[in-house]
Nanobody, 115 residues
Framework: QVQLVESGGGLVQAGGSLRLSCAAS????????MGWYRQAPGEQRELVAT???????YVADSVEGRFTISRDNAKNTVYLQMNSLKPEDTATYYC?????????WGQGTQVTVSS
């Protein structure tokens, strides 16, 4: 069982920045990837960004150039740096991690961007 602890959400004005963190109870060496999804009210969950154990990153087109995903192997932590935030980025952001057996989800952290 992998535990994920998220932090860093909050309220920010449009154009501002936030950094989300997700610490895993599992070593990075046992994980295939970690990443972030988001879900706005009434919308489907959307993949935002992922980083693999080998360091390959993916960022959705909707946030390309504004969001950056990174990881700290020593802390088993993944970060999502969010810059130039827009009101449409408002959502609950969920951390996800996958090992060879299954996928795990965090409890979610709210990001609200005011116009």
């Amino acid at each position: 069982q992998v535990q994920l602890v998220e932090s860093g959400g909050g309220l920010v004005q449009a154009g501002g920045s936030l950094r989300l963190s997700c610490a895993a109870s599992e070593s990075w060496f046992r994980l295939n990837y970690m990443g972030w999804y988001r879900q706005a009210p009434g919308e489907q969950r959307e993949l935002v960004a992922t980083v693999t154990g080998g360091g390959t990153t993916y960022v959705a087109d909707s946030v390309e150039g504004r969001f950056t995903i990174s990881r700290d192997n020593a802390k088993n932590t993944v970060y999502l740096q969010m810059n130039s935030l827009k009101p449409e980025d408002t959502a609950t952001y969920y951390c996800v991690a996958r090992n060879p057996i299954r996928e795990y989800w965090g409890q979610g952290t709210q990001v609200t961007v005011s116009s």
